[in-house]
């Protein structure tokens, strides 16, 4: 039982960390709007396309872990009495610290988008001119790669938060591997 209350203590704290990580690194971004631009052509768009591909595959797995864990606690809709036992509040715990860090990378992918949209538009609102070279704001600089990074480790610490909960809840419920 210590090894169990262990693991939903310490999902907790994981949640916690993250989220003060995540919370200095939107005050990091939110203070780069001064940065040196960067010149805009197409070597930068192909950077930027590839970057935000990869934050649209992360994204699309978070998505995919929270539909599996909704699925799995649907499921256990025929067992309610397992759902809902006092003697499963560390699994019950662990699980939704790893939706709640799901959703959170989530967040951070929506906050990425956000940002490199807002760069591309000052690109254009800015740059009009025919004569002078595009220049747009460093969306490399280690500021916005800090909410990629966080929307990842959301997605590594959720998922591991979950599969803990899933398959502690698993053992705890005699669903093991039937031996004594």
Known sequence: MWFRVTLAVGSVGVVGWRLFSLGWSLGAVASTTSTEGIPYNEAVQKGVELLVQQSDSWARATAFLIAVLAGLWIAKGDRPHLVL????????????AGLFMLCAGLYCYNQYLDHIANALEACGRTSAGATTP????????????????????????????SCLAVFSLKNQSGGGNGRA
């Open 134 to 161: 595009k220049t747009i704001a460093n969306v490399f600089h280690t500021n916005y790669e800090a909410l990629r990074a966080e929307q990842f480790w959301f997605l590594v610490c959720g998922t591991s938060a």
């Open 85 to 96: 036992q006092w003697k499963l509040w560390p699994e019950i715990v662990m699980w939704f």
